[in-house]
């Protein structure tokens, strides 16, 4: 299975800031020790043409060139630098790449992305551009050119706070299913409308939460009918998990275990490809947040393994 990083490019974050940004290279360390079946790549850089896919130009811009007011940085939450750009296209690149592999190979990873609060015109909570947003309008219009028809995807998010910037990116678009599955009383706090948003109270456990997903993805399936989507982007935050600093929730290492499996085994089911992002994880353990994202790339693996033994088999890849 291939896997893109770019932890190389690290922001000059000022001391005591929150954001992990160490947990990126420690995930990336733990596949090269405990992984080594999964082919690591660099990320490349998305590229402004590709930015503009889901980004105004003029936003595309201000990030690129250093133009962000104080107030829009703060939005952000990153002071600007040429670092804090190179990165934000790289996490971009990863996801197109992992989405270009995926249909190809049925399944590819992002060992960051899943910047979902980064609107058309504006980035917010620690996310510059919307990597989902734009590696979907890419693969969408590389479908076309070479098969002449739509490819219709759909975004199953599971980080523990609201997609808001890809609910309102693809809000008029039907072409793109927006599902979120989401702490109710967490950030963004004025939320964004999804096709499909489940909100979750404070302590929901895996029961719960297992519960409301198994409805979601069945309502997923239902509205697509016949034609389920031709890509799935997957965003599997850690950040759920009951020992994250931000998440309100109470999954254990368990229940985010089986959230993945149901993920996988319901792309396994219909045939679709899956790129998956790490998306959030703030643990007050940082090696908690990795051990839970290394464990969701084995499950991942394990899914590209079954993929590829059906297709040896020829038999049909259902769970």
């Given amino acids: 299975m291939q896997a893109f990083y770019s932890d190389h490019f690290v922001l000059p974050l000022p001391p005591g800031h929150r954001f992990p940004m160490a947990k990126y290279r420690l995930l990336r360390e733990a596949l090269e020790r405990e992984l080594p079946e999964v082919v690591l790549q660099e990320a490349p850089a998305a590229s402004d043409g590709e930015l503009a896919l889901a980004h105004e130009p003029s936003y595309v811009s201000a990030v690129c ?112 299913f927006t599902l979120s599955l989401h702490g109710e009383r967490n950030f963004p706090f004025r939320k964004e409308a999804s096709d499909l948003d489940v909100e979750l109270p404070d302590g929901c456990d895996d029961s719960g939460y297992l519960h409301a997903l198994d409805a979601a993805l069945a309502t997923l399936w239902q509205r697509h009918g016949d034609t389920p989507p031709g890509l799935l982007f997957y965003l599997a935050g850690a950040d759920p998990y009951e020992g994250d600093r931000l998440g309100r929730l109470k999954l254990s290492a368990a229940g985010l275990a089986a959230r993945d499996a149901r993920v996988f085994a319901a792309a396994r089911e219909r045939g679709i490809p899956v790129a998956v992002s790490m998306a959030g994880g703030y643990g007050h353990v940082i090696e908690e947040t990795v051990a839970l994202q290394l464990r969701t790339l084995r499950l991942a693996v394990e899914h590209h393994r079954i993929l590829n033994a059906c297709e040896q088999a020829h038999v049909p890849t259902a769970a």
Wanted: charged share 20%; aromatic share 8%; net charge neutral.
């Fill in 65 to 176: 060139e250093g133009w962000l007011d104080a107030a829009q940085q703060r939005e952000i939450g990153f002071p600007w630098s040429p670092q804090m750009v190179e990165r934000a296209r790289r996490s971009v690149g990863a996801t197109v790449a992992a989405a270009r592999v995926a249909l190809q190979q049925g399944i590819s990873a992002n060992l960051a992305g899943g910047t979902h609060h980064a609107y058309a015109d504006k980035g917010s909570g620690y996310c510059v551009f919307n990597d989902v947003a734009v590696a979907a309008r890419l693969m969408q219009a590389e479908w076309h050119r070479w098969h002449r028809r739509l490819l219709r995807v759909a975004v199953i998010d599971l980080d523990v706070h609201q997609g808001n910037g890809t609910a309102a990116i693809f809000r008029d678009d039907s072409t793109v």
